[in-house]
């Protein structure tokens, strides 16, 4: 079985083919941050006309590669949401009347599933059930995952994800967008604790998290202090370091209350390499272990579009012929 996966969801294009029982065959990015970067975000517009112009290209390359002809596909699976609607209508339009051209089932995958399914794309892919922690540019989640479609929400962000706090903070010091590794690149020359930050809500039961008053501790340090280069890095720092304790703190509280000794990271800021190394320490330390996708499979892609589209596929999800995008939608609904 097939699948063609297709990710357009924000500011990247994203194409793959993946085969059940031998894995992924190709994949191709398009990555629209120098479009972007002038503008110190995405520009909504700009990114759906970029993944009309990037698409079909990529799809013939990636087809290529994969030694793969459009009549050897099942199936064409594309993210149906969440994310920005006129980038998600691109994928969703292209990969419902490349399906039907085909007569082959189009499948609607949504983003946060596929970031929670990634590491099924490795060597050694998790078995269920886990804790996945999601940590990307919009979203910041601690869910569930007793089984391939089974999802329950434990916490989530009840302000900004923890790669906007990144994104916000490496902005306001100079580092452009999206700031989260180059923000992590300049924590690698701090100091550790010249500046302390909060460690939001890690003092109160629950599962929720806030990164909103952190992120402005450090905008409003960043503001008073001088910017000299070592002071920039001092503060880069204490901003990480802030960070993946509040993540790991959660993350350990979660496999506790549910007695899951496995932990999945997915989305954007796990690629972050402190944050990989300080929760498997602190995972193992517990007896657990933690699986990660590769850094590459970590932020978005259509590898794990592909993969957890064919998973849709296996398990027998047959839908209408209907179509749509939704820019907001809750993990495990519709
Ligand atoms: O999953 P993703 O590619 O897109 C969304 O679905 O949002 O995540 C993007 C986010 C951005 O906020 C970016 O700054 C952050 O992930 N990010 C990182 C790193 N790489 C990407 N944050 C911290 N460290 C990194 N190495
Ligand atoms: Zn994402």
Request: aromatic share 0%; proline share 0%.
């Given at each position: 079985m097939k699948v063609l996966g297709i990710e357009t969801s924000c500011d990247e294009t994203g194409v793959a083919v993946y085969e059940a029982g031998r894995g992924l065959l190709a994949h191709a990015l398009h990555s629209q941050v120098a479009l972007h970067r002038e503008f110190g975000g995405v520009v909504p517009e700009l990114a759906s006309r970029d993944h009309v112009r990037r698409l079909v290209p990529l799809i013939r390359q990636v087809l290529a590669e994969a030694d793969t002809?459009?009549?050897?596909?099942?199936g064409v699976a594309y993210t149906a949401g969440p994310g920005l609607i006129g980038a998600l209508l691109v994928g969703a339009a292209f990969g419902r009347s490349l399906a039907y051209s085909l007569g082959v089932p189009a499948i609607a995958v949504h983003h946060m599933e596929a970031h929670l399914l990634a590491p099924l794309l490795e060597g050694t892919p998790p078995p269920f059930p886990f804790v996945a922690l999601l940590v990307s540019g919009g979203h910041t989640q601690l869910v569930e995952v007793s089984g391939y479609g089974r999802y329950r929400l434990l916490g989530e962000t009840v302000d900004d994800a923890a790669g906007e706090a990144f994104d916000k903070t490496a902005n306001q010091l100079g580092l452009g967008y999206p700031g989260g590794a180059a923000l992590s690149a300049l924590a690698e020359r701090g100091r550790p604790g010249r500046f302390a930050f909060p460690r939001p809500m890690t003092d109160r039961p629950g599962l929720e998290f806030s990164f909103s008053g952190l992120k402005t501790a450090a905008v409003n340090t960043i503001r008073e202090q001088p910017a000299d280069e070592q002071t920039r890095a001092d503060i880069a720092r204490a901003f990480l370091d802030a960070v993946v304790d509040t993540l790991v703190i959660k993350c350990r509280r979660a496999l506790e209350e549910t007695g899951h000794a496995r932990l999945v990271a997915g989305g954007g800021v796990s690629a972050n390499t402190t944050l990989r190394a300080r929760l498997k320490e602190a995972v193992a330390a517990d007896g657990g272990q933690v699986y990660y996708p590769r850094p590459e499979f970590?932020?978005?892609?259509g590898a794990m579009i592909a993969v957890a589209g064919c998973l849709h596929l296996q398990a027998g999800r047959n839908e209408a012929l209907a179509f749509g995008a939704w820019p907001r939608w809750e993990l495990g609904q519709r």
């Open positions: 002809t459009m009549s050897d596909l099942d970590c932020t978005d892609n």
